[in-house]
């Protein structure tokens, strides 16, 4: 067995700002699990630098290169074959680079396992919802430009706290879309939310407020859902089932945002998607600026688990990076192109 990772880095086409970090390029990591003659293919996208409990890209490739690949790798010398990616989310650790490390890994063998049963994703996961589309994008950038929100179902809007002025009040009403109001951990108090909602102008559709205060501060964010009408979504706040229960004991939210990148890998994420709606909660499945591989998967997994509105829609990328993957009939249904790994930085092989 063989594991190859590479880096990449592309430039989005629309840049969005958070509160704290701005997003106009992404570093992806992608990793070739091979062996005898089949190939899976798994994807991250690490964001800059750690932030709000997410770890950064260096941290990331540490975890890979030093813990997960050299884990797996030892597993294949034990049992003589490769560990099933159902295995993968017990190699997680403690660290926060833990649960991206293993994504990456269990993806890779998802889509070699499939193809070498000559199946595809859809024989994994059957859709069983239409589930619609939810797009990103920010009122902290200089300039507030005309949106694309052909098919999308809603809009999570960046924000940061403080009343909205004229130019961020006309913005939202142009979306004509649902918005989620997404203030990445930026809140100090209820009046830093609670501002902001009353200047936002009538017509405009707004669902909800995201994760407005610090990672597992489930207190202040039940204060503030006490107080609104619509939603408290947590997104931050979510990276095992422990969280969801915390979430609905101190009724906390109503909506979550379930990360398989965040949430060490597809097999945790499809069990918290299930649990999060036995418990009431209304789950959606969230991404991290993925290409079209790793996109595809969350797609996959929304449709199988949720019809709540999901960051499945595809990330526009600067021209160049386009064609980056080609068709196949099994597994994933993508494999990377030759040109693109030869873009790419090659950072660790083993096996």
Sequence with gaps: MRMTLWRTEEQLRQPVSASRQRHDARTRLLLEVEHDGVSGYGEVDPQPFSLHGDP???????ELDQVVLVQVHGAFEREGDVPSWTRLARFAGPRDASAPAVTVVEMALLDRELRLASRGLLDQWPARFDTPCQVTTSLLDRSLTAFDTD????????TAPGALDARARDFLRSLERPVLLDFNCSAESDEDVLDQLASVPSGVELVGVEQPFAPGNVVDHARLAEQLEIAVSLDEGVRNLRDLEQIVRYRAASLVCVKPARVGGYANARTMLERAKELGLAPYVGGFFESELARGVNRTLACHTTNEPS??????????????????????????????LERSVLVTSLG
């Excluded at 950064?56 to 540490?62: E, Q």
């Excluded at 098919?151 to 999570?156: K, Q």
């Design 56 to 62: 950064g890209v260096a941290n990331v490739i540490h």
């Design 151 to 158: 098919g999308a179902a809603r809009i999570r809007v960046k």
């Design 311 to 340: 960051d499945i829609g595809e990330v526009a990328i600067d021209e160049g990076s386009e064609g980056d993957f080609t068709d196949t009939g099994t597994g994933f249904g993508l494999v990377p192109t030759k040109q693109l």
